[in-house]
């Protein structure tokens, strides 16, 4: 299994959840001491990645199959940034940060695994949209349009690959509390009225279970009582 973003958040949680049911996991992340910490706290196999380094997709993405000993069972797309600038504020660089990560490299690493898949006739794809991903917001221009990409993306490949039992799967969490949103990327308390990392992950590890005969188009989870 290889889990995008996986040394914080939901990728680590998701990560944490499937190693104590035995699977081997490849977690990637950009802090190289981050992700050993975390790596050998989980017992996952760390792997230094930035996915928005578009042009080192190919040779990264051979790296982490070799990893996993050829095999790939699940790809978690779970990478991802977010920035919220006003219509009138946004820059080049906030589209291109923003895309180069959340859409360009998901898209190109997805498309290196995919052959793997193919001749295993077999293997998930669980892409991590957001609620974004479904309704539009104020300081959303550039993050939301970005994760409405990411739903088109996932059911083009719904319609491309189900013909080589290939499931592809969005799963749209609402606020969650984890590091995504701060600066220093610290971790967040989870909150009573929020999604924490966990509620994702098991909503993850629940598709992936799913007899291999059927496959979860898309969820979306909220938080019960958020006020």
């Known amino acids: 299994m290889l889990i995008t973003g996986g040394s914080s958040g939901i990728g680590k949680e ?3 959840k499937f190693i104590a049911q035995g699977a081997t996991v490849v977690i990637t992340g950009r802090d190289y001491q981050k992700l ?32 996993l000993g050829g095999k790939v069972d699940v790809l978690i797309n779970n990478a ?16 291109l940060d923003v895309y180069n990560t959340n859409v360009f490299g998901l898209i190109l690493l997805t498309q290196e695994i995919v052959p793997v898949f193919k001749k295993q006739n077999y293997g998930n794809i669980i892409n991590i949209g957001s609620t974004a991903s479904l309704k539009g917001f104020a300081r959303g221009s550039v993050y939301a349009t970005s994760k409405f ?14 013909k080589d039992n290939i499931r592809v799967s969005l799963v749209n ?13 610290k971790e967040r308390v989870e909150e009573s009225n929020k999604l924490g990392a966990e509620d994702i992950a098991h909503t993850i590890i629940s598709i992936v279970e799913m007899r291999d005969k059927g496959f979860v188009p898309e969820v979306t989870v909220w938080a019960t009582n958020p006020f």
């Open 173 to 185: 969490p609402s606020e969650v509390t984890t590091a995504f949103a701060d600066a220093t990327r």
């Open 80 to 95: 991802g940034i977010g920035v919220f600038p006003l219509l009138g504020e946004i820059t080049e660089q906030h589209l």
């Open 149 to 162: 990409a990411v739903r088109g993306l996932t059911q083009s490949w719904q319609a491309e690959l189900r």
């Open 36 to 67: 050993q910490e975390v790596a050998t706290e989980l017992g996952a196999i760390p792997f230094l990645f930035d996915i928005s380094d578009l042009k080192s997709i190919p040779e990264k993405a051979k790296e982490a199959i070799g990893l």
């Open 14 to 16: 998701t990560a944490r």
